[in-house]
T-cell receptor
Framework: GAVVSQHPSWVICKSGTSVKIECRSL??????MFWYRQFPKQSLMLMATSNEGSKATYEQGVEKDKFLINHASLTLSTLTVTSAHPEDSSFYICSAAAGATPGHNYGYTFGSGTRLTVV | DAKTTQPPSMDCAEGRAANLPCNHSTISGNEYVYWYRQIHSQGPQYIIHGLKNNETNEMASLIITEDRKSSTLILPHATLRDTAVYYC?????????????FGQGTELSVKP
């Protein structure tokens, strides 16, 4: 149980275009989802917290107009990188909180990540 | 900022126990200790968590000191597939504002 599906697993886009990444909780409802980015040889950096039906909360230094987050349902959150540039190339990972669902670990389950390359 | 301190790297012989330490001297009473690992180019995988008692599951054991200022993750019989970066994280429950903030972790290399 507690599976999070992230799509696509990799994407290459041209500079100036926008890219949407989807994160779905498959067997549980996730009122809260988190988005991270990870550069090579570095740790995960929390970008924002996404709550179903409300605006996302962004960490300091993360541009909310560049990284649009939508959490319209209890099983889906999306991250859109707008007007992408080469410096946005990174590994993006989502995470969903299973909360108090019986059988879950009250922890966060992570998606498999999306490798974004902007050329 | 991350609230934990871990050694940057460790080696372990295949079949032996891997003991990964973590210091969290500023842990609050409502914060749990979580361990995740990340195999290259994959999302982090949950391993185990605890509040104050030692915990064991099919993957590992978690030993938390009585003062809760440090903990040790134990992989009883490490295999080559356990080679990964291991993250120790402290956080409050989600309904208390808990977020997973990753530190630098420990890169564990299991060698034949």
């Amino acid at each position: 149980g507690a599976v999070v599906s992230q799509h696509p697993s990799w994407v290459i886009c041209k500079s100036g275009t926008s890219v949407k990444i989807e994160c779905r909780s498959l067997d549980f409802q996730a009122t809260t989802m988190f988005w991270y980015r990870q550069f090579p040889k570095q740790s995960l950096m929390l970008m924002a917290t996404s709550n179903e039906g409300s605006k996302a909360t962004y960490e300091q230094g993360v541009e909310k107009d560049k990284f649009l987050i939508n959490h319209a349902s209890l099983t889906l959150s999306t991250l859109t990188v707008t007007s992408a540039h080469p410096e946005d190339s990174s590994f993006y990972i989502c995470s969903a909180a299973a909360g108090a669902t019986p059988g879950h670990n009250y922890g966060y389950t992570f998606g498999s990540g999306t490798r974004l390359t902007v050329v | 900022d991350a609230k934990t301190t871990q050694p940057p790297s460790m080696d372990c012989a295949e079949g032996r126990a891997a003991n990964l330490p973590c210091n969290h001297s500023t842990i609050s009473g409502n914060e749990y200790v979580y361990w995740y690992r990340q195999i290259h180019s994959q999302g982090p995988q949950y391993i185990i968590h605890g509040l104050k008692n030692n915990e064991t599951n099919e993957m590992a054991s978690l030993i938390i000191t009585e003062d809760r200022k440090s903990s040790t993750l134990i992989l009883p019989h490490a295999t080559l597939r356990d080679t990964a970066v291991y993250y120790c994280i402290v956080r409050a429950l989600l309904n208390q504002g808990g977020k997973l903030i990753f530190g630098q972790g420990t890169e564990l290399s299991v060698k034949p």
